[in-house]
């Protein structure tokens, strides 16, 4: 056991008053070891998840060949009659048979990977691998996370694309320069924390260390979970890494690109609720394109699932699409709490929108929307926003939706796709001035 010292400071009704924290340091690096062991096994890992998607697509293929064949011999009964039947039974045969032994050299090709050697970096640990892997996780991570996939990452801090062990001895030798002031980044769907380096460019948090001083702490998640489940990991994480943190947190900054934005808001307001020694911390949220009232490319999906599922021969891409992971789902309204979960029919055709959270009180809370037209009022630009997030929703505006963003906190940037959004010189000025220390701030 040891003793952790930290000043709380007097806002959202938190006592000024200096708390010592008993924390024991063995289950804490429990916590920390569950996070890198799995990243064992990620080559192996990904073999067999290759082979199941291959076996799967075969499955889909035959679904699709069975539904057309059924839709040609159907007619063809209807005109011919009876002279049909006894291609379609040699046709079917055939069919079957090919499909079955497909499915048999898979299933013998996933014993051969499950011996595969692990030599060289994880991939996880490479740029391109990351990238890889976080594609394959916004699709479909919830599913693997609950298979425990090493392939499904655990919210942790990264540097240089290794995770960061959350104890003092971890925590001190990836931070040898840590300050009072922590700069929060957290990556969109599909991201890992290499997209911040856009355009090989240093990162927003690069350039606030030599700025003002703060300290960069990159977060890699599974995109795929839950919105509401990211939260509460986020929520937990930041509890731990301000007691064990080299010397006192005096000042948390939180940014999110896309997604990221609506973890933040999520592990915001769960850290309130259970009053977490980090949240009266916390000075500044950014919000990077983040889709506060929803995503219309998750909606298109959606609609495109269920349109596709009303036809047999259409049914099996449904299936495909509906496969989309629980973190594209939050997206169709913007989601950020458990109590958003799935509905009745997830599948449906209308879907209920949330609770619109209230923002964190005391905090100021920064956003940028970007379009691709220089005017956001351009007829185009309206419908298509930077993309794939509309610009009321980076504002969290709209006539029945209201999320608390004021508008002299928020910048435009025209001329720019989403993406923009996560490495720009124009954004970064605004974000340092809005960083810069002793700021007065104004409550929300």
Avoid at 242 to 261: A, E, F, K, Q
Wanted: some cysteine.
């Amino acid at each position: 056991m040891f003793d952790c010292c930290r000043l709380s400071n007097r806002r959202c009704g938190y006592p000024a008053v200096t708390e010592t924290i008993r924390v024991n340091e063995r289950t804490l690096r429990t916590m920390s070891s569950r996070r890198l062991v799995g990243e064992q096994g990620e080559v192996r890992a990904l073999a067999r998840l290759g082979l199941s998607e291959l076996g799967k697509a075969t499955v889909g293929i035959a679904r699709v060949h069975r539904a057309t064949s059924a839709a040609v011999f159907g007619t063809l009964d209807l005109a011919i009659g009876r002279p049909v039947a006894p291609v379609r039974t040699v046709h079917d045969a055939v069919s079957e048979a090919v499909y079955t032994s497909i499915t048999g050299v898979l299933d013998s090709a996933t014993i051969v990977a499950d011996a595969l050697p692990e030599t060289g970096p994880q991939p996880t640990r490479t740029v391109r691998g990351a990238a890889m892997i976080g594609i394959l996780d916004g699709l479909i991570g919830d599913a693997l996370d609950d298979e425990h996939s090493p392939l499904a990452p655990q919210m942790a801090p990264r540097v240089g694309g290794s995770p960061v062990a959350v104890t003092t001895d971890g925590l001190a030798a990836a931070y040898p320069r840590a300050t009072g002031h922590l700069v929060v980044f957290l990556h969109g769907l599909m991201e890992t924390e290499h997209a911040w380096r856009l355009g090989g460019r240093p990162t927003y948090g690069a350039r606030l260390v030599d700025d003002i001083g703060a300290t960069e702490v990159q977060i890699r998640y599974n995109t795929g979970r839950h919105i509401s489940d990211n939260g509460a990991t986020l929520a937990r994480l930041l509890s731990e890494m301000v007691l064990l943190w080299p010397v006192p947190v005096t000042r948390i900054s939180l940014v999110g690109h896309s997604m990221g934005g609506l973890v933040i808001r999520s592990a915001c307001h769960l850290g309130t609720s259970n009053r977490a020694p980090w949240v009266p911390l916390v000075t500044e949220t950014v919000s990077l394109g983040s889709p506060h009232l929803g995503a219309p490319l998750a909606r298109g999906v959606h609609a495109a699932s269920s349109a596709l599922r009303m036809l047999s021969v259409t049914r099996p891409f449904g299936e495909l699409l509906r496969r989309r992971s629980a973190g594209v789902r939050d997206l169709f309204h913007g989601n950020v709490i458990a109590e958003d979960g799935p509905s009745a029919d997830p599948d449906g055709w209308w879907q209920a929108p949330g609770a619109d959270v209230p923002l964190l009180a005391g905090a100021r809370h920064l956003f940028v929307t970007a379009s691709l037209f220089g005017n956001p009022r351009h007829p185009l630009g309206r419908f298509i926003g930077d993309g794939l997030v509309l610009t009321p929703s980076g504002r969290g505006f709209h006539r029945s939706r209201r999320i608390g963003f004021r508008d002299e906190d928020g910048m435009h940037l025209g001329r720019a796709n989403h993406f923009t959004l996560l490495n720009h010189d124009d954004i970064y000025l605004w974000l340092r001035d809005g960083l810069r220390p002793l700021r007065a701030l104004t409550a929300g």
